[in-house]
């Protein structure tokens, strides 16, 4: 899609897990209006490097950045990372994220640990990182589920757990947030063709039953809600919980 506008000039964004999916569509997106985007990654080496060669074929700025979720230290050397390379931080998107799935019998604590580290964890150990640079005119804008409202199949109790979890978290952070003029925001899918979800899955029928428009959304319909909630139309947006889900919540 080509924007009517470049929204983004002269701003720096840092998608996380911006390699593949998702958060590959937000930061081509973000790049497309203009933004100099900073993405991390963990393993997806590939995708990454192709991502930054296409946006700057394009004429953009874009720069990966290995750093796991799983580690603190990495999520908030990434957000250091975007400063010292583009010289600020305008809007942080914390997308990363690791569906795990198992019933309570059989999924294991390490695994909840694990997933909680990535989905949850990651998410605040970023905003508390990008607290010392964000300022008026900023935002935060997380990327949860329908999961966290509607599990709607045995074996995903971690999972909407940490969904859920999303919701309180940026309820809490547009307070703190506030004062400055930085808006927060989350951001809940519906079933999206990604990686995650493909669109091949035996399941795939089943879930597209439960969604009114018929189809899975596509991560360009992500992206563009994220759009929207990083610009400035957005400025009195703070706290919510925007859902793009085809009806599935209806
Ligand atoms: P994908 O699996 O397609 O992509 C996940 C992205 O996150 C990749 O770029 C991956 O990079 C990165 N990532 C995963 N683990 C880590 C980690 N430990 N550290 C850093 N980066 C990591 O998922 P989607 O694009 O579908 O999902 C994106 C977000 O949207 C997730 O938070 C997901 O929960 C949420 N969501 C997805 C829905 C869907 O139906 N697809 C529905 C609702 C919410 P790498 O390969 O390098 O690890």
């Known amino acids: ?8 000039t002269g701003k720096i964004a840092l998608v996380t897990g911006g390699s593949r999916g998702i958060g590959a569509a937000i930061v081509r997106r973000l790049a497309e209006e203009g933004a100099a985007v900073a993405f991390t990654y963990s393993a997806s080496t590939a995708n990454a490097e192709s991502l930054v060669d296409k946006i700057r074929g394009e004429g953009g700025s ?7 979720s799983k580690v603190a230290l990495e999520v908030e ?3 250091i990372k975007t400063i010292e390379h583009f010289g ?15 019933t309570v019998d059989e999924f294991s604590v390490e695994a ?13 150990v970023a905003a508390k990182a990008a607290s010392r640079f964000l300022k008026q005119g900023d935002r935060i804008i997380t990327i949860g589920s329908v ?15 940490t969904k859920a979890a999303i919701g309180g978290m940026i309820r809490g952070l547009a307070h703190d947030f506030a004062a400055r003029g930085v808006t927060v925001n989350n951001i809940q899918p519906g079933p999206i063709a990604t990686d995650m979800n493909p669109a091949d ?16 959304g596509t991560a360009e319909e992500i992206a563009s809600l994220a759009a929207y909630l990083a610009s400035a139309e957005a400025s009195f947006v703070t706290g919510a919980s925007l859902t793009a889900d085809g009806g599935f919540l209806a």
């Open 201 to 216: 899955a035996p399941y795939i029928d089943h879930v597209i039953g439960l969604i009114p428009l018929g189809r899975l």
């Open 62 to 68: 874009a720069l990966a950045i290995k750093a796991d």
């Open 147 to 161: 999961s966290g409202q509607r599990t709607g199949l045995a074996g995903a109790s971690a999972y909407s757990m």
């Open 88 to 102: 600020a931080l305008n809007i942080l998107i914390n997308n990363a994220g690791v569906l795990g799935l198992g």
């Open 1 to 8: 899609m080509t924007p009517l506008t470049k929204r983004f």
């Open 112 to 124: 909840f640990d694990e997933m909680y580290a990535v989905n949850v964890r990651a998410t605040y």
């Open 77 to 79: 050397q990434a957000v």
